[in-house]
């Protein structure tokens, strides 16, 4: 069936605007991942979902990022006020549950520019 | 705090040969390691996974608490090898099994 996909697949923005970032996971796929990859902090983890509730916001970079789940499907991670230090891809992964036991499926990723 | 190192960005071999890719880990816990791959152009996909002790693609990489590593090996590198290897690590009974990444090591075969 169809991996994690994620749109859009490159975004320019300008420094202050919203951004919006989606992903849809592997259907039937409970957990869900957001992680970043930038050249100075290497991949990091952001936030992760289990359903559509976020048990674990740690790792997001400040309160001008924040993700959504709905319908236990679809997540959205939304940075507002963007930052040049914003600029990474955005990676999506999704897996059948929430324990190491079960493999987590990586997006192709977004690219962010901030300008 | 839960930590990955990989101290070798890049790594260059020639077809044929041995490779290591070194990683290391510092987690006050049970961890579960992995070893991701990145090909040029692909998604992120995992390669192997420790728990499971089992080869793919003829690496493989097992898990050495003494000290605190997982590297991965192969006897004979192939040139369709060459990628970018991420070492990642999970806390064990943590909820949300987040991954924790090293920094990444480039790997080149040359023929």
């Known amino acids: 069936g169809a991996g994690v996909s994620q749109s859009p697949s490159n975004k320019v923005t300008e420094k202050g605007k919203d951004v919006e970032l989606r992903c849809d996971p592997i259907s039937g796929h409970t957990a869900l991942y957001w992680y970043r990859q930038s050249l100075g902090q290497g991949l990091e983890f952001l936030i992760y979902f289990q359903g559509n509730s976020a048990p674990d916001k740690s790792g997001l970079p400040s309160d001008r990022f924040s993700a959504e789940r709905t319908g236990g499907s679809v997540s959205t991670l939304t940075i507002q006020r963007t930052q040049q230090e914003d600029s990474a891809v955005y990676l999506c992964?999704?897996?059948?549950?929430?324990?190491?036991?079960?493999?987590?499926?990586f997006g192709p990723g977004t690219r962010l520019t901030v300008t | 705090a839960q930590r990955v190192t990989q101290p070798e960005k890049l790594l260059s071999v020639f077809k044929g040969a041995p490779v290591e890719l070194k990683c290391n880990y510092s987690?006050?816990?049970?961890?579960?390691l992995f070893w991701y791959v990145q090909y040029s152009r692909q998604r992120l996909q995992l390669l192997l996974r420790h728990i499971s002790r089992e080869s793919i693609k003829g690496f493989t990489a097992d898990l050495n608490k003494g000290e605190t590593s997982f590297h991965l090996k192969k006897p004979f590198a192939q040139e369709e090898d060459s990628a970018m290897y991420y070492c990642a690590l999970s806390g064990r009974g943590n909820a949300g099994n987040m991954l924790t990444f090293g920094g990444g090591t480039r790997l080149m075969v040359k023929p």
């Open positions: 987690y006050s816990g049970s961890p579960e």
């Open positions: 992964a999704s897996s059948l549950d929430w324990t190491a036991d079960y493999e987590q499926y």
